[in-house]
C-alpha cells in the first residue's frame, strides 16, 4: 500500500460534472476549484490575504522560476515555500517542463532529461524527471507534477507516440524518486498529443499505475479550442473516479465550464492575473478594457454583480484614471476583480452541479454570455458544446 | 467673523515642540502628523485600508497632477477626490504651483500667474492663484494651499523681498477667489528665502491675516540641511500658536524631529513612499537597501520592532525575492512597511512632548540612531542640533 497524503472524495455528479473535495497536507480543496498562478512565489500584485480573500484554496507555484531564482535549497532552509511566501493553503507547483520546453531551441532533450539555457543567468541547467521531484519535495509543496515531455501541434502520430512513452517512464523514474510521499503528492500527466487513440490508451495506462492525482496535459498549445474540448472529453472516462483529475493552463471562464462538464476538477492559467494587469477585465455584463475612453466619466463598479473589494470601492472612471497613470494599485485591483470573478463563477458551478443536469446547462449558457464584450447585445443563439 | 471649517488646538508643550488636534470636515488629525503622498489620488501601490492600516490620518495629493489628469471637473461630478479615491479622511493639496516652477524654462511667470507646457500632453496652460482655488475646491479637498511663487536656491536678497511680495499679493487673490470657505480651508505659505529678516517680515505679515494655518515654504530647495531648520527656527515664533504649522516636503526622520522640536506641526514628503519603491528602509537597527545581497538568506522581518504586516508576515529574504524578481507585491510590502515606520515615529514624538522636553531629547537622540546603515555600528557623538 502506497504512503499517501492526497486523496479525494466525489461529492455530486452532473453529468460527467462533478464536485468533490481534494484533501492535501495543508487543507481541503472544494473542486472544481480554480488555482491562481504565483509563479515566483506571489500572485502578482496580490498578498497572501488578498489572495484567501478571492476565495482561492489553493495556488500554483512554477518549479522552474523557484529553481532558478532564488533556488530550492534557499527555500527549504528558510522553511519551504509555504513559509516563505506566507500561505498556509495548499499549493501546486509545476514540473518545470512546460517552461523548459518553451525554450524551443535553447533546450535540447536526450532520454536522461532536459539541457537548456536559463533566460535567467544564461547558464546551462539541466533538468531530469528526478531533479523536478527533487525541488518540489524541497520546496515543500502539498503536490508536484511529474516531469512530461511537452512537445508542438501539430505533430504526427509516430512522434506522438514516442514522445507519450519517454513521458511513461519519467513519471516512473519521478515515482521511485520520491521521499517524501507523506508530505508532498505527485500527479501524473495524461498525454498524447490530438489522437483520441493514443490519449485514450495513455489515461488507461495512468490510471493502472494508481497515481495521487492526474492531469491532462500538452494542451493549449496553439490547436483549435474544439480539439482541446475533444481530447479532454475522451481521456477522463478513462481515469480513475476517485482520483482528482486536473486540466493543465485553461483558460477563459467558458472553456472552464466547458471542461468541468466533460469531467475536470481542477484548473490553473495565468489569463485571470495577465489579463488584469493589460487592463482586461471579466465581468457578468460582458469583457472590459479599462483602458477605453468610455469608461473616462464612469461612476458604475466593474462589475454591479461582483463582492470584492474593487466593486465594492471603486468607480471604473478611478480605476481608468489609477490605469492610464501607471498607478502600482491598478494591477492590484483590478487582479483582486478577476481572481474574485474566477472564484465565484466557480462557486456558482459548484453549486449548480449539486442541483443537477440542468442548473449546469442553465449556467453553460450564461457564462458563455460573459465571452462578448461589454455593451455588444447578448447572443440569442448559444454556441454548441 | 471669517467662516471657518478648520481649527487647531495646542494640547501638550515642550520647549518650542507641541502636541494637537487639526481640525478639518472630514475628521480630526493628531499632530505633529505626517502625510503620505498621493500624487494622482493613490498613495502609490496602496489602497486606502492599506493608508489606514499605517496609521496616517491625512493624506496629500497633488493639485497639478490632478488638474491635468483626469481633470479636477471630471472629479467633482464624480462626487469629489474622496469619493474617486474612496478615502474618507482628510485631504491636503499643494496648489500645483512646485510642480509648475520644478519645470524651470518651460515656465514663464508674470504678475497674472504661471503659463508652462504640460509633460503630461504638451500643451500651454496657464495657472493663476484664482485657478489655484477653483481646482482645489472642485475637487472638495479639506485643505487648499495657495499659489506661491517658488524660486531657486541660492538668490539675491532682492530677487526674494520681490517675490515675496508677489506672494503675499497672490495670497490675498487666493483668499478673494474662496467660495467655498465652509467646505475647504485655505493654509498659506511664508516665504523669504534664506534671509532671516525676510522670512520673520513675511511671517508677521502673514500672521495678521489670520489664515486658517500656515506653510513654510521655499525650502528643500538644495540648500544646506542647517539653513533650512534656521529658517524654520526663526519663522515659526512669529506665526500665531493657535493654528496649525507646515513643513512642506520634509523629509527624513531625523529631520522631522527637529523641525518638531522647532515649532512645526504638519509634513509630507515622498521620501517613504519613493524611496520603499526603490527598496530603501528605514528601520529601528538602521536604513536598509533591501536589493544588497547580504539579506538573501536573511530569515528576519525588515524591523524587528515593527508591527507592520510586512514584518509580521514575511523575511527579508522573501522581500528580496520579491524585489529582484520585479513582483509588484515587493513595492506594496515595502510601501507599508516605511509609511507604518514613519507613523510610529510620529506616535512616539507625540507621547515624547506629552512627557516633556527631556523625553522629547532622548527620542531626539534615538532617531539620529536611525541614520546610520544597518549594521554600521551606532554613533557614540550625537549630532548637534
Known amino acids: 500500500m502506497a ?11 452532473a453529468g460527467q460534472a462533478r464536485t468533490g473535495v481534494l484533501k492535501l497536507p495543508h487543507g ?17 500584485a496580490l498578498d497572501p490575504r488578498d489572495v484567501t480573500a478571492t476565495g482561492a484554496e489553493i495556488v500554483l507555484a512554477n518549479t522552474y522560476h523557484l529553481w532558478v531564482r532564488p533556488g530550492h535549497e534557499q527555500i527549504e532552509a528558510l522553511g519551504g515555500l509555504h513559509r516563505f511566501m506566507n500561505w498556509d493553503g495548499p499549493i501546486l507547483t509545476d514540473s518545470g517542463g512546460f517552461q523548459v520546453f518553451s525554450l524551443k531551441e535553447f533546450c ?23 531533479l523536478a521531484i527533487e525541488i518540489q519535495e524541497a520546496l515543500g509543496v502539498d503536490v508536484a507534477m511529474v516531469l512530461d515531455e511537452c512537445i508542438e501541434w501539430p505533430a504526427d502520430k509516430e512522434r506522438v507516440q514516442r514522445s507519450t512513452a519517454r513521458t511513461t517512464r519519467w513519471l516512473k523514474r519521478c515515482l521511485d524518486a520520491r521521499k517524501k510521499p507523506e508530505k508532498t503528492a505527485v500527479f501524473g500527466i495524461v498525454q498524447g498529443g490530438f489522437y483520441a487513440d493514443c490519449r485514450i490508451e495513455h489515461a488507461q495506462e495512468l490510471a493502472e499505475m494508481d497515481l495521487d492525482g492526474y492531469a491532462v496535459g500538452g494542451l493549449s498549445v496553439g490547436e483549435p479550442k474544439d480539439s482541446l474540448l475533444e481530447m479532454v472529453q475522451v481521456a477522463t472516462p478513462h ?13 477563459y471562464p467558458w472553456d472552464i465550464v466547458e ?53 465594492r470601492s471603486f468607480s471604473r472612471a478611478y480605476l481608468r484614471h489609477l490605469f492610464i497613470s501607471g498607478e502600482a494599485l491598478a494591477p492590484r485591483l483590478l487582479t483582486l476583480h478577476n481572481l474574485t470573478f474566477y472564484q465565484r463563477m466557480l462557486d456558482r458551478l459548484r453549486k449548480a ?22 455593451g455588444e447585445p447578448a447572443p440569442v443563439e448559444q454556441r454548441s458544446s
Chains 1, 2 share one sequence.
Request: overall charge neutral; proline content about 6%; hydrophobic content about 35%.
Open 28 to 44: 481541503n480543496v472544494q473542486t472544481p476549484a480554480f488555482m491562481p498562478v504565483g509563479t515566483a512565489g506571489s500572485v502578482k
Open 259 to 311: 471542461a468541468v462538464i466533460r469531467g475536470i476538477d481542477l484548473f490553473d492559467c495565468v489569463l485571470p492575473t495577465r489579463s488584469a494587469r493589460f487592463g482586461g477585465l471579466f465581468t457578468e455584463l460582458g469583457r472590459i478594457n479599462i483602458k477605453h475612453a468610455r469608461y473616462k466619466d464612469d461612476p458604475e463598479p466593474l462589475d454591479p454583480f461582483c463582492t470584492c473589494y474593487t466593486c
Open 353 to 374: 452541479i449539486e442541483e443537477g443536469e440542468e442548473s449546469v446547462e442553465l449556467f453553460r449558457q450564461e457564462v458563455w454570455k460573459w465571452e462578448r464584450r461589454f
Open 3 to 13: 504512503i499517501r497524503c492526497s486523496s479525494f472524495e466525489e461529492t455530486a455528479r
Open 108 to 130: 535540447k532533450v536526450s532520454e536522461d532529461g532536459v539541457k537548456f539555457r536559463s533566460p535567467v543567468d544564461g547558464a546551462w541547467r539541466f533538468l531530469s524527471p528526478e
Open 239 to 251: 481515469l480513475p473516479t476517485k482520483k482528482v483529475r486536473y486540466l493543465m493552463g485553461v483558460g
